[in-house]
T-cell receptor, first 114, second 113 residues
């Protein structure tokens, strides 16, 4: 069974700082997808960034980037120039290729302070 | 704008009641999902459906059932609500051919008293 672990229940940084959220996963699959989702107080889950396991290049979306280490089964999210609107719960998620369901981590509550 | 709509944002029910949580999507997605969200546990899959009248158990199906009579609607049923089912429930849908196309509802926060 696949598992996803986020070891940081809560994090807090000052506005404009850079923050890194950790995620590790366990799987015997060789082809899969990894995701970071954001859940603001409105509860609407928003896809932040995604990574295909077969791609060696780390994904980047504006201020958001990942450090994907396939051998270590690690998938961390870096938020640069953090903004107040980045305050949210962040979930790491995994999905084997060909599967339909996402497996989520426990979540990290990120607070950006003014 | 595509949507997954959950019928209630907040719900309070009594122990032993039969509870229906409704989810409707307007994107013609084949797959629909019910997740339960608890602090420290993240989101856990209860049930999912890949077609009308088709369903599969997720990781925590005990105490729940589902119904999918129409493609756009996926209902989660608590046959006899218990206090340990107090939680946030999230519905999601996805087209089979779109890996990144998960769309989530805004959740129903259920309290069983």
């Amino acid at each position: 069974a696949q598992t996803v672990t986020q070891s940081q229940p809560e994090m807090s940084v000052q506005e404009a700082e850079t923050v890194t959220l950790s995620c590790t996963y366990d799987t015997s699959e060789s082809n899969y997808y990894l995701f970071w989702y954001k859940q603001p107080p409105s509860r609407q889950m928003i896809l932040v960034i995604r990574q295909e396991a077969y791609k060696q290049q780390n994904a980047t979306e504006n201020r958001f980037s990942v450090n994907f280490q396939k051998a270590a089964k690690s998938f961390s999210l870096k938020i640069s120039d953090s903004q107040l609107g980045d305050t949210a719960m962040y979930f790491c998620a995994f999905m084997p290729q060909g599967a339909q369901k996402l497996v989520f981590g426990q979540g990290t509550r990120l607070t950006i302070n003014p | 704008d595509v949507k997954v709509t959950q019928s209630s944002r907040y719900l309070v029910k009594r122990t032993g009641e039969k509870v229906f949580l409704e989810c409707v999507q307007d994107m013609d997605h084949e797959n629909m999902f019910w997740y339960r969200q608890d602090p420290g546990l993240g989101l856990r899959l209860i049930y999912f459906s890949y077609d009308v009248k088709m369903k599969e158990k997720g990781d925590i199906p005990e105490g729940y059932s589902v119904s999918r009579e129409k493609k756009e609607r996926f209902s989660l049923i608590l046959e006899s609500a218990s206090t340990n089912q107090t939680s946030m429930y999230l519905c999601a849908s996805r087209a089979t051919d779109r890996v990144y196309g998960y769309t989530f509802g805004s959740g129903t926060r259920l309290t069983v008293v």
